[in-house]
Each structure stands twice: as structure tokens, then as C-alpha cells.
């Protein structure tokens, strides 16, 4: 649970080894609502060479900034590896977490859902636009418009 003992549970199964950085997140970052980890194979391919993804597409915003950051290696489930990704994630809802996967997070599990498959995509975008001799980024300026015109992007209610 978010309140109470930390890393204190209930149910019938042990949470993932991965519990401590999910608690740590959603305790830290009142707006998270789901938090997603995955190990899609372009995402994990760039954190295994820890390479962040740039400013390549315009939707690299949606995640927050003109990049995807990289978090620092720790073995899986330690407090390192969560303090890693809380560093990454400041500012952003997505990072790489170095030889490992990829991370996103969202105010619903839907966003983050989303958000996980947005980053997969781009992330598989970036890696064959390095094999044709990498992307032509965009500006600081250019990701800044795209940040925010993303207040009315997407399915709007009326």
C-alpha cells in the first residue's frame, strides 16, 4: 500500500522484485496514477547501449522534454535502481533504465499504457534512423511549441 510500512503488503501473492520502485514513484509524484515497465525490445535495445532518444519526432514531447533520459545501472529491485529512475523521471514521464527496460508513467493506467506503446514506437523509429545515419533533431524551440500545442492534441471532449 502507499501508506503504512514501506514495502508492506496485502493479498495472496509477493508483489514484483520490481515493488520498490513503483512505490517510490507514485509516493513521490501525487499525480501518477499507474506506473509501466517493460522490457519491448527497441526501448530495452538502446538502454542495454544506454543511449537516451533525442529529439527525433515531435511526439518525444509527450514524454515531457526534448529527450528520454537514461537512468544509472542497479540491479534489479534495489533501492539504486529506484533512485535512479526518480532522478530520470524528473520533469518527464518516460526514461530508458540502463541494460534493463523501459519505464513510463501516467495519471490512468490508460495514459501510461499509451504512453508505454508511444515510447516503443519512437524508440524503434530512433534506432533504424541510426542505421541510415541518425535523425536530424529538432530544436529546443521546435519540441517547446509541440509541448504546448499537446493541451489540445489527441481525442478532446466536447
Not at 532518444?53 to 528520454?68: K, T
Request: charged content about 20%; aromatic content about 8%; hydrophobic content about 40%.
Amino acid at each position: 500500500p502507499l501508506e503504512g510500512e514501506y514495502g508492506s503488503w496485502e493479498g495472496p501473492n509477493k508483489p514484483s522484485t520490481e515493488w520498490r520502485f513503483h512505490l517510490d514513484i507514485m509516493q513521490s509524484r501525487p499525480e501518477v496514477g499507474a506506473v509501466v515497465h517493460t522490457h519491448a525490445s527497441f526501448s530495452t535495445i538502446l538502454a542495454i547501449a544506454r543511449k537516451p532518444i533525442p529529439s527525433c519526432h515531435y511526439m518525444v514531447a509527450a514524454f515531457g522534454g526534448d529527450d528520454v533520459r537514461v537512468a544509472g545501472y542497479a540491479r534489479y529491485g534495489t533501492k539504486a535502481l529506484s533512485e535512479h529512475v526518480l532522478e530520470a523521471l524528473k520533469g518527464r514521464s518516460a526514461c530508458l533504465m540502463a541494460n534493463h527496460g523501459m519505464l513510463v508513467v501516467g495519471s490512468t493506467l490508460k495514459k501510461a499504457m499509451w504512453r508505454a506503446v508511444e515510447l516503443e514506437t519512437i524508440a524503434k523509429q530512433y534506432y533504424h534512423a541510426l542505421l541510415i545515419g541518425g535523425p536530424v533533431l529538432l530544436s529546443a524551440d521546435q519540441i517547446a511549441e509541440t509541448m504546448e500545442s499537446f493541451a489540445s492534441y489527441g481525442l478532446q471532449e466536447a
